[in-house]
C-alpha cells in the first residue's frame, strides 16, 4: 500500500501516522517531493491519497500530481481528505482526474480537523477534542480500507459547487489577500518560513523575505513563522488563530520535501 499526502500545517501527517498503525507495510510518499516529474508511476494495489481542503475542493497542488500520476487500473483507490467546515466537491475532483487516467477511487471519507485557512479558525477550545475525534474517524476509515469497501462519493458535484469553490479561491486570493505576501519588521530572518515551504516559494536573505509566484497555497510559512511575521493581504495570525497540528514538528513538514519522505519511522 502507497499513501501519498500533502501538508502545511500538519494534519495530514498526523492523519498519516494514524492510519499507518492500522496498516503497518504502508509506505508513506509525499506528494511535494515528486515536482518535476512529468510522470510518476505506481503499481501498487492499494493506493491511498490523504489531503486536505482549499477552496471546497482538492489543492492544485494535488490536482496537478494526480494527473501526472499512472495506477493499475485495477487497483483499489482510497482518499482520506480533512477540512474544517465543509470539502465541497473534493472527493468527485480527485475521482474526475482519476477517471481521466483510466483510474477510480473507490472509498472517499472526510475527515473533520481544526481549520488552518485563518478566516474560519476553529475555537482553541474545540481543538483537543476534534485530534481524539479524528484518530477515532481513522479507525472507521481503515477498517472499511481494510474491507476494502467501496461506497458512493461524499459531496456534490454540481456546477453551483465548482462556482462556489471559485469564488471562495478569488476572495482568498484577491480580496483578503493571500497573493499579498510580505513580513513585517517583527521577522528576524530565521529560514524557518523558507525550510518549511513546500514548493521552495520563499528566499531569505540577511536583509530580506521574497515570495515568489509558485505558491501551492498550504499557509505553512505563516502558521510556522515563530515570530508571526508574515502577512498574507490583510490576513494575520493571533493566538488564536495560529494552527499547527500538535504532534507534528516542523521538521516532519520539512521532510516533504525529500524524495520518499521521512515520516516513516517517527511516531
Ligand atoms: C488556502 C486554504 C483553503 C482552505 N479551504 C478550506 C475549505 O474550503 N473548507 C474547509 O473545510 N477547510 C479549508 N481549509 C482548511 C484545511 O483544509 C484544513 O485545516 C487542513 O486540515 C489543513 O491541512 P494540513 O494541516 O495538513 O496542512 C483551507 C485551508 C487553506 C490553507
Ligand atoms: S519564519 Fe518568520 S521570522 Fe523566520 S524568516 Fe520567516 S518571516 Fe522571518
Ligand atoms: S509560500 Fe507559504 S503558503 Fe505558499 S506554498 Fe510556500 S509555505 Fe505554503
Known sequence: MNIYYFTGTGNSIAICRELRKHFEDAELRSIASFAGRTEIGDESDVVGFVVPTYYMDIPEIVGDFVSRLRLRPDAYIFAAIHYGLTYGRAFHSLNRILEAGGMKLSLGWGITVPDNSI????????????????????????????????????????????????????????????????????????????????VNNVTVSEDSVVFGDNCAECFACIHWCPQRAVRFGFLKLTDKSQYTNPVVSAADVI?????????????
Open 119 to 198: 478566516v474560519f479558525k476553529t475555537a482553541l477550545a474545540k481543538q483537543p477534542a476534534m485530534h481524539l475525534g479524528m484518530t477515532e474517524t481513522v479507525s472507521e476509515f481503515a477498517a472499511a480500507v481494510s474491507d476494502r469497501r467501496s461506497v458512493p462519493l461524499p459531496g456534490r458535484n454540481s456546477a453551483i459547487q465548482g462556482l462556489n469553490s471559485r469564488m471562495g479561491a478569488f476572495m482568498f486570493r484577491k480580496v483578503i489577500g493571500v497573493d499579498r505576501k510580505r513580513v513585517t519588521d517583527a521577522c528576524t530572518h530565521c529560514g524557518l518560513c523558507s525550510e518549511v515551504c513546500p
Open 255 to 267: 521532510s516533504q520535501k525529500d524524495a520518499l519522505s521521512g515520516i516513516h519511522g517517527t511516531s
